[in-house]
C-alpha cells in the first residue's frame, strides 16, 4: 500500500547531537557530520533508497547518475532539517533567499477570502512555512503529528514554538472546522497534498508518467471552500541559499463541482512535475509512491 | 425562522447533497451514521450550511451534535441569534 507509515525519520538523540553541533560550531561543521550520517542512510536505509531510486528512473536517469543523485538525496534530506532549526532558532547564519511570486500571495491577502497554500514533501516545507510570516497574515500549517513526542518536544525546546498555528488533523473532524474558520477570518492555510495515511480517502492523478494517489482532503478542501489556491515550494539552491516560489492565484470558484477536484489535482501535479524535474535529488517521501 | 422551517430545509439539503432517502432523517436518528459522514464529508456540511442559513459555523459548534434534533437546535439557535454589535 503506498501511503506514508505516519512517522518522520531519525532517532532523539540524533536531533540532539545536531543541535550541540550548531551551537558549538554552527552550520557548516553540522554538514560535515551530517556526510557520515548520510553515508549510513545510503548503506543501510534499503527501503528509502529503493524509493528514490524508482522516482530517479521515473525521471529518466540510469544508473549511475541515480545512484550519485541518491547520495546528494540524503544529505540535502539532512541539511534541510539542519536548516530548519538553524533559522527558526535565530543560530547565526548565512542563508539568503529569493522569492518568486510573493506578489501573488500578497494579492490574496487583499482578496480578503483566506488562501490555501498547497505544497508538498520536497524541498523544504518548514523553511517555506517559515518565510511565509513575511506575509503579515496569520499563517496556519495543517500537518499530522508525525514526530514522536520527545523529538517534537526537544525541537521545540530548541526554536522556540513555531510563529504559526499549527491545526493538527485528527481523527475527529476538528481541524474541518478550524480550517474554516482560519480561512474565513482571511488567513492562509498550509498544507501538503502528496502524501496521504493508509485509510485516508484519496484522488489518483498521474505523476510523471503513472497513476499515484494523492489524499482527498487537500483538494476537497480547495475545491469546496472556493478560496484562492497557490502552490509554493522552497527549493535548496545552494549550500546557503534557498528559492522560494509560489504560483500564480488559481481561483476555481466558478469550475463545475463535478470535476474541478481532478482539476485542481491536474495543476498541483502539474506544478510537483516541474519542480521535480528542476530539483530531482529533492524529493523526500521515502515510500512507494506510485501503486 | 420557524423550527418547523428549519427543520423542513435541513432535511432537503442533506438528503440532497448527502444522497440519501429523506425518510431516514428523523430526530432522533444519528446524524454522522445515518449520513454516513467521514471527516471530508464535514466539508460539504459546513458549505451547505452556511449557504443555507446565512451564518458562519465556528470549530466549537458540532460538539454534542449527534443526533438530527441537536443539528435542528444547533441551527435554530444561530439562525435566530441576535447580532452582537
Not at chain 1, 489524499?215 to 541559499?241: C, D, N, Q, W, Y
Not at chain 2, 439539503?13 to 436518528?29: C, H, N, R
Not at chain 2, 458562519?56 to 441569534?81: L, M
Amino acid at each position: 500500500m503506498p501511503a506514508w507509515e505516519g512517522r518522520s525519520k531519525g532517532p532523539a538523540w540524533g536531533f540532539r547531537f545536531f543541535v550541540t553541533v550548531l551551537k558549538i560550531g554552527g552550520v557548516m561543521p553540522a554538514y560535515v557530520v551530517l556526510r557520515f550520517v548520510t553515508l549510513y542512510y545510503v548503506l543501510f536505509s534499503h527501503k528509502s533508497t529503493k524509493s528514490v531510486l524508482h522516482f530517479l528512473h521515473k525521471l529518466g536517469y540510469g544508473k549511475g547518475a541515480s545512484l550519485l543523485k541518491l547520495v546528494q538525496n540524503y544529505y540535502l534530506f539532512g541539511q534541510t532539517l539542519i536548516d530548519k532549526v538553524v533559522m527558526m532558532s535565530g543560530i547565526k547564519n548565512k542563508f539568503t533567499f529569493n522569492f518568486d511570486g510573493e506578489e501573488h500571495l500578497l494579492k490574496m491577502v487583499q482578496l480578503g477570502k483566506g488562501g490555501l497554500l498547497l505544497s508538498a514533501h520536497i524541498g523544504n516545507w518548514e523553511i517555506a512555512g517559515h518565510l511565509l510570516k513575511r506575509l503579515g497574515a496569520p499563517i496556519n500549517v495543517v500537518m499530522y503529528d508525525g514526530e514522536q513526542q520527545q523529538i517534537k518536544e526537544y525541537l521545540d525546546s530548541v526554536t522556540g514554538k513555531r510563529n504559526m498555528n499549527v491545526i493538527v488533523i485528527k481523527n475527529d473532524t476538528s481541524h474541518i472546522f478550524k480550517i474554516n474558520a482560519a480561512l474565513q477570518n482571511n488567513e492562509f492555510v498550509c498544507m501538503h497534498a502528496d502524501r496521504f495515511v493508509a485509510g485516508n480517502k484519496t484522488i489518483t492523478g498521474n505523476f510523471l508518467g503513472q497513476y499515484a494517489k494523492f489524499p482527498l482532503g487537500p483538494f476537497i478542501l480547495a475545491a469546496r471552500f472556493k478560496v484562492p489556491v497557490s502552490f509554493v515550494f522552497a527549493m535548496k539552491e545552494s549550500s546557503t541559499h534557498y528559492h522560494f516560489f509560489a504560483t500564480d492565484i488559481q481561483d476555481y470558484s466558478a469550475v463545475p463541482k463535478d470535476v474541478v477536484t481532478g482539476q485542481i489535482l491536474d495543476d498541483f501535479i502539474k506544478a510537483m512535475e516541474t519542480k521535480v524535474k528542476q530539483y530531482p535529488e529533492q524529493w523526500y517521501n521515502y515510500y512507494d509512491f506510485w501503486q | 425562522m420557524q423550527l418547523s422551517e428549519i427543520i423542513e430545509k435541513t432535511n432537503e439539503f442533506l438528503a440532497e447533497e448527502f444522497e440519501i432517502d429523506v425518510t431516514k432523517i428523523t430526530p432522533e436518528a444519528n446524524l454522522k451514521d445515518t449520513l454516513e459522514l467521514d471527516s471530508l464529508d464535514y466539508i460539504d456540511l459546513v458549505v451547505v450550511i452556511e449557504s443555507n442559513f446565512n451564518f458562519k459555523v465556528k470549530p466549537e459548534d458540532f460538539v454534542g451534535i449527534v443526533t438530527f434534533q441537536d443539528f435542528y437546535t444547533y441551527v435554530e439557535n444561530r439562525v435566530n441569534a441576535p447580532e452582537l454589535v
